[in-house]
């Protein structure tokens, strides 16, 4: 806002300018004279959702309390399932339960153990939903029956841990609480047709002739089976006729109904026995391949191949059973895992590596490569092994530069790529092919000529704000999007109470319940004397002490093209003084700042007087102080002249920018300085 009075008769006029809100947001996009009356051009380490511009607290370094750390280690990933928070260190893991009596404490996962230096991804999957034998009809694979009469063992709930090189871990999960004991998944090998025997149609067959009367046989196995199963084993008595009466003791695995057992005397005859399967447990139709990203999707879990270029897929309702091509039967097809295992029915968008996997609002697969990005959907028209086929749609050429890098932002979505920001709108996606936008318009400059490293990027949503971490060419920092007000407002610089800086964050994790919300950060620090990076584990927004908070301003003019003006004041007034608090102004005329130090940057220190309450107290009464609000006054006459004038300003202890106001006072030459300057 520009008010213009005349003093003097007239003769000398000044500009009175006023700022009343910040809640416009970050614009570089313009210049700074065209910014809208809220808008500011650059900020660091500030809030803006209620119109005035906040400081932010430093980040809490709570690796030592971790314990178990090296001094440099190799911190590979942070996630949060629930209340739960797993750090994943050197192939180790540690968790910690929010809902916890001592919330400090994190436990040791026992006997975890993966590559000490990949990349580590996590999915949590519930238990399965269709616990019936899946059964081909067609000799095609082209349709699928469930044998209701055949149930099969249900998978657990669980979170599952991938590295791209070995087995994935499971880590079992029964609501508030989680197995201290992760264990391997089971493997295509593994997954088995049959079960555990449980009963057979005759304890007391008739043997083909009479076996060594009057004995007693501990647990001894069958001789041969009709089919698959091993290591049942039964215990035997032996009447005077030498009829043998048989005892189940372990129930082995792989049986079928109706399989049969030969068992052979082992007294002194040769004579044999046969027992028939009648029922049995089935057994654990679990397998999980080897693979890096996944994701859960219509009741399955989808997961990328090592190599990153194929995408694998589980049964429907059964996310830890990868045997999707069955048998008439309901066995495997083939024996070897790249006949019959995950990779049989697998799905590829193209030859490019996967670099995202995710879910859309829309029913539809996230698929980001390196060429490209596609919404993949599932067509249940046309089925194979009773699965639904896949289809895909070309979305655009940018792509989310690693899995952590993806957002939802209300509705729509936004991912870092290689060059910068960009952000979709799926369901419009899905009606106009390619139009997704580089919603990082407005701070694009920060962007020019940076190229983003995969290793040191990620994305997440928190308290209504959307933070990217990414590098600029300010360095590596958070840009910071208020998914409320849609505007970026702020570029956060992370240091801790000491004021030392932590480094790029790798990803991120988050913990919001009824009575909890905590952000964590994996950060890569510079590398240490010894060639490590000084990784750290870190609470964001929850040190002691408040981060330095900057903004530069719009810039002030008449925007008449002709006047030059001279800044004669500028006033800053603040509210939430509850500490002392040191406030620098630096004034830029024409975009250049001043050189002469007084004239072009000046420090004031706000003293905090809080008064007080008073007793008895009553329900109206609020904390007030009548220094809570101050007002500085920077006296800037003896700087240059110019067309426009902003300022840069910067602050400590978290107190709210409220109002700028600035005075400037016409001294506008005849001719121009410039254009005198340049008279030949």
């Known amino acids: 806002m520009m008010q213009l009075r005349w003093l003097a008769a007239g003769t000398i006029t000044v500009a009175d300018y006023s700022q009343q809100s910040f809640v416009g947001g970050m614009n570089m996009s313009v210049d700074d004279t065209r910014l809208g009356e809220d808008e500011y051009k650059f900020a660091?380490?500030?809030?803006?959702?209620?119109?005035?511009?906040?400081?932010?607290?430093?980040?809490?370094?709570?690796?030592?309390?971790?314990?178990?750390?090296?001094?440099?280690?190799?911190?590979?990933?942070?996630y949060s399932i629930g209340e739960f928070v797993f750090l994943f260190f050197k192939g180790s893991c540690k968790f910690r339960y929010i809902g916890a009596p001592d919330e400090t404490t994190w436990a040791v996962l026992v006997g975890f153990s993966m590559d000490k230096a990949a990349e580590i991804f996590v999915q949590a999957v519930p238990a399965s939903t269709q616990n019936f034998l899946r059964k081909d009809t067609n000799v095609a694979g082209a349709s699928l029956e469930l044998a209701?009469?055949?149930?099969?063992?249900?998978?657990?709930?669980?979170?599952?841990?991938?590295?791209?090189?070995?087995?994935?871990?499971?880590?079992?999960?029964?609501?508030?609480?989680?197995?201290?004991?992760?264990?391997?998944?089971?493997?295509?090998?593994?997954?088995?047709?049959?079960?555990?025997?449980?009963?057979?149609?005759?304890?007391?067959?008739?043997?083909?002739?009479?076996?060594?009367?009057?004995?007693?046989?501990?647990?001894?196995?069958?001789?041969?089976?009709?089919?698959?199963?091993?290591?049942?084993?039964?215990?035997?008595?032996?009447?005077?006729?030498?009829?043998?009466?048989?005892?189940?003791?372990?129930?082995g695995l792989d049986y079928r109904k109706n399989d049969t057992l030969t068992f052979t005397d082992p007294g002194s005859t040769s004579n044999t026995a046969i027992l028939t399967v009648v029922n049995r447990e089935s057994a654990a139709r679990e397998y999980v391949p080897i693979g890096r990203q996944m994701a859960f999707f219509n009741n399955k879990l989808f997961v990328v191949s090592p190599d990153r270029t194929e995408i694998y897929h589980s049964a429907s309702g059964r996310p830890m059973d990868f045997v999707v091509a069955v048998t008439k039967d309901g066995d495997k097809i083939n024996s070897d895992e790249t006949i019959g295992g995950a990779p049989a029915t697998s799905y590829t968008v193209g030859y490019n590596a996967i670099t995202a996997l995710s879910v859309l609002n829309n029913e539809a697969l996230f698929v980001s490569t390196v060429g490209g990005s596609y919404g993949v959907t599932i067509d249940?028209?046309?089925?194979?092994?009773?699965?639904?086929?896949?289809?895909?749609?070309?979305?655009?050429?940018?792509?989310?530069?690693?899995?952590?890098?993806?957002?939802?932002?209300?509705?729509?979505?936004?991912?870092?790529?290689?060059?910068?920001?960009?952000?979709?709108?799926?369901?419009?996606?899905?009606?106009?092919?390619?139009?997704?936008?580089?919603?990082?318009?407005?701070?694009?400059?920060?962007?020019?000529?940076?190229?983003?490293?995969?290793?040191?990027?990620?994305?997440?949503?928190?308290?209504d704000y959307a933070l990217f971490a990414c590098k600029t060419i300010f360095g590596h920092g958070i840009l910071v999007f208020d998914t409320l007000t849609k505007q970026f407002?702020?570029?956060?610089?992370?240091?801790?109470?000491?004021?030392?800086?932590?480094?790029?964050?790798?990803?991120?994790?988050?913990?919001?319940?009824?009575?909890?919300r905590e952000l964590f950060a994996i950060t890569h620090g510079t590398t240490t004397s010894s060639g490590d990076p000084a990784y750290k584990c870190v609470k964001l927004y929850e040190g002691s002490n408040f981060a330095t908070a900057y903004v530069e301003t719009k810039a002030f003019c008449t925007n008449d093209t002709?006047?030059?003006?001279?800044?004669?004041?500028?006033?800053?007034?603040?509210?939430?003084?509850?500490?002392?608090?040191?406030?620098?102004?630096?004034?830029?005329?024409?975009?250049?700042t001043t050189p002469d130090t007084s004239a072009g940057s000046q420090s004031k220190t706000l003293a905090a007087q809080a008064t007080p309450i008073t007793f008895p107290v009553t329900l109206s009464t609020v904390w007030s102080g009548p220094k809570q609000i101050q007002n500085l006054l920077y006296n800037f006459q003896g700087g240059q002249q110019g067309w426009k004038v902003?300022?840069?300003?910067?602050?400590?202890?978290?107190?709210?920018?409220?109002?700028?106001?600035?005075?400037?006072?016409?001294?506008?030459?005849?001719?121009?300085?410039?254009?005198?300057?340049?008279?030949?």
């Open 148 to 251: 209701t009469d055949t149930i099969v063992q249900r998978t657990v709930a669980a979170i599952i841990v991938q590295d791209g090189i070995n087995s994935p871990r499971i880590i079992e999960i029964t609501g508030d609480k989680v197995s201290l004991y992760p264990r391997e998944a089971k493997t295509y090998a593994e997954w088995v047709y049959g079960g555990t025997i449980t009963s057979v149609s005759d304890l007391t067959p008739t043997p083909s002739t009479a076996w060594e009367a009057g004995q007693t046989h501990s647990a001894f196995a069958a001789t041969s089976t009709s089919g698959y199963g091993v290591s049942a084993t039964f215990s035997a008595t032996t009447d005077g006729s030498g009829n043998p009466t048989f005892t189940l003791v372990s129930g």
């Open 646 to 680: 902003s300022y840069a300003l910067k602050w400590t202890n978290g107190i709210k920018l409220s109002n700028i106001q600035l005075q400037t006072q016409d001294f506008t030459p005849m001719n121009p300085m410039l254009s005198q300057a340049y008279v030949s």
């Open 380 to 463: 249940y028209s046309t089925t194979v092994f009773g699965e639904g086929s896949f289809a895909k749609q070309h979305l655009f050429t940018a792509n989310s530069i690693n899995q952590h890098s993806f957002v939802d932002l209300l509705g729509d979505f936004a991912f870092i790529d290689p060059e910068g920001l960009r952000s979709f709108n799926a369901v419009m996606q899905s009606k106009n092919e390619g139009r997704n936008s580089v919603f990082s318009l407005k701070v694009a400059q920060l962007f020019r000529g940076v190229i983003q490293e995969s290793g040191k990027c990620a994305a997440i949503v928190f308290d």
């Open 44 to 78: 660091k380490n500030v809030r803006n959702r209620f119109g005035t511009l906040e400081g932010i607290k430093n980040v809490n370094d709570i690796s030592t309390s971790i314990g178990a750390f090296t001094s440099n280690p190799p911190i590979q990933a942070i």
């Open 562 to 592: 002709r006047v030059e003006q001279k800044p004669q004041e500028l006033r800053l007034l603040f509210n939430k003084v509850q500490f002392a608090s040191s406030v620098t102004a630096t004034q830029r005329v024409n975009d250049e």
């Open 489 to 516: 407002v702020s570029f956060d610089q992370l240091t801790d109470d000491s004021n030392s800086n932590i480094g790029p964050v790798i990803n991120f994790a988050k913990v919001e319940t009824n009575t909890k």
